[in-house]
Antibody, heavy 118, light 114 residues
Framework: QLQESGPGLVKPSETLSLTCSVS????????WSWIRQTPGKGLEWIGY???????NYNPSLKSRVFISVDTSKNHVSLRVASVTAADTAVYHC??????????????WGQGSQVIVSS | DIVMTQSPLSLPVTPGEPASISCRSN???????????LDWYLQKPGQSPQLLIY???IRASGVPDRFSGSGSGTDFTLKISRVEAEDVGVYYC???????????FGPGTKVDVK
């Protein structure tokens, strides 16, 4: 099970920070991703961190995004710096799996609504 | 960039009748390992997306066999053999090839009961 949490309101130019709590399995053996959803742009992949710690980010967000794993807490974290109103969205964490290539999101959290506003 | 399109964007359905959704990409989704990296997800009202079909045609665990995926190259189809009331929601296709800009989703097809 995946459960996102974090502040629902962030001021423009500040850093958005979200946490995904992973339960029911070892966080070390899987890869984890963040995806956001807006009425206008639909579903947008943000990035992922693989089981070996390597990361891959959407080029459109790469300069502002950081994804990390805290194995002691079974958490996956997302930080998005210098936010604007365009970062207002529901943020989902998801497990990323694949036979030999990571390619599918087989489990999703319920999502965390984040509003960027002063 | 790989761009995904879907049609129709809205699909009124009658329970018990079949339904079909088309998904197209502007590049082939065939991976060098021989699989098509195309998934289908359903987002039911008030819920997060859930995986239905992966690698073009493989049903995810627990997905009823009334759902099937097919296609090749750039054209893919999700079929529901007999729609049930619980199938309403928004269906998304997604390419998993990870070529820039990474994973990309279609705009979604909203399925509701007539």
């Amino acid at each position: 099970q995946l459960q996102e949490s974090g502040p629902g309101l962030v001021k423009p130019s500040e850093t958005l920070s979200l946490t995904c709590s992973v339960s029911g399995g070892s966080i070390n053996t899987f890869s984890w991703s963040w995806i956001r959803q807006t009425p206008g742009k639909g579903l947008e992949w943000i990035g992922y961190i693989s089981h070996n710690g390597s990361t891959n980010y959407n080029p459109s967000l790469k300069s502002r995004v950081f994804i990390s794993v805290d194995t002691s807490k079974n958490h996956v974290s997302l930080r998005v710096a210098s936010v604007t109103a365009a970062d207002t969205a529901v943020y989902h964490c998801a497990r990323l799996v694949g036979y030999d290539v990571l390619s599918t999101f087989d489990s999703w959290g319920q999502g965390s609504q984040v509003i960027v506003s002063s | 960039d790989i761009v995904m399109t879907q049609s129709p964007l809205s699909l009124p359905v009658t329970p018990g009748e079949p339904a079909s959704i088309s998904c197209r990409s502007n590049q082939s989704l065939l991976h060098s390992n021989g699989f098509y990296f195309l998934d289908w997800y359903l987002q039911k009202p008030g819920q997060s997306p859930q995986l239905l079909i992966y690698l073009g045609s493989i049903r995810a665990s627990g997905v009823p066999d009334r759902f099937s995926g097919s296609g090749s190259g750039t054209d893919f189809t999700l079929k529901i053999s007999r729609v049930e009331a619980e199938d309403v929601g928004v269906y998304y296709c997604m390419q998993g090839l990870q070529t820039p800009p990474g994973f990309t989703f279609g705009p979604g097809t909203k399925v509701d009961v007539k």
